[in-house]
């Protein structure tokens, strides 16, 4: 079997939790970005005024880059590890499903501020700002899920009684852990580098 047929088997045996967490992702998007019509008037200024503070500090080459990197590194390592925890549960179906949902909440409050705070404006921050990491973060980790949703499911239904072959599912689970930090690493690396490198022409 060719690897382009081991993905399509992939998806094709996985479509129902996709669907699941694609829906989660989206409802928590959606709710974040009606959240920001709710803003009082003291909050939305406070955001607006960090918000200028980030483009002034860009403007300037104020920002120091390797700090950005590794804060934004260690914010999705974190994500990813709370994932793999809950895999490891068996009450970690629905948590994983809150997990989603929050990151979409995040995102979209956060387009949903750029775009209302500054219009057209805002849409070119997403573009440089938001998308470009996203597009590494969000599919891996969408997969990521699907993996420790699988891995929960496994032991819910009983399937490693022995403990050594258990023990090798949870190795090769971690071994996949350390893969998706590293896949992460480059995100961060575009958050941190490429991002700013854009936005300063913009600007």
């Known amino acids: 079997m060719t690897i382009r047929q081991r993905i399509k088997q992939h998806f094709y045996e996985n479509r129902w939790q996709y669907i699941l967490i694609l829906l989660f992702f989206a409802a928590g998007m959606l709710m974040g970005y009606g959240k920001v019509n709710s803003l009082s008037s003291g909050v939305r200024q406070n955001l ?8 002034i500090g860009e403007q300037t080459g104020g920002m120091n ?4 990197f590794t804060a934004a590194w260690i914010g999705q390592v974190k994500s990813l590890a709370v994932i793999y925890l809950l ?4 009450i970690g179906l629905p948590l994983i499903l809150g997990v989603i949902f929050l990151r979409g ?30 597009i590494i973060y969000i599919p891996f980790l969408i997969l990521w899920s699907v993996i420790a949703m699988n ?19 949870i190795l090769s689970f971690s071994l996949l852990l350390i893969l ?18 854009l936005l300063t022409l913009v600007l």
């Open 151 to 169: 891995f929960s499911l496994q032991i819910v239904r009983g399937r490693f009684m022995m403990g050594k072959a258990l023990g090798r599912i």
């Open 87 to 90: 895999g490891l549960s068996v």
């Open 48 to 55: 607006a005024n960090l918000l200028d503070g980030y483009l």
């Open 105 to 134: 909440y995040s995102l979209g409050f956060t387009l949903g501020f750029l775009i209302q705070e500054k219009a057209v404006g805002g849409i070119v921050l997403s573009v440089l700002t938001i998308f470009p990491q996203h």
């Open 65 to 68: 880059s390797y700090s950005i």
């Open 180 to 197: 998706f930090m590293l896949i992460f690493m480059l995100g961060a690396f575009v958050e941190a580098y490429l991002n700013p490198y």
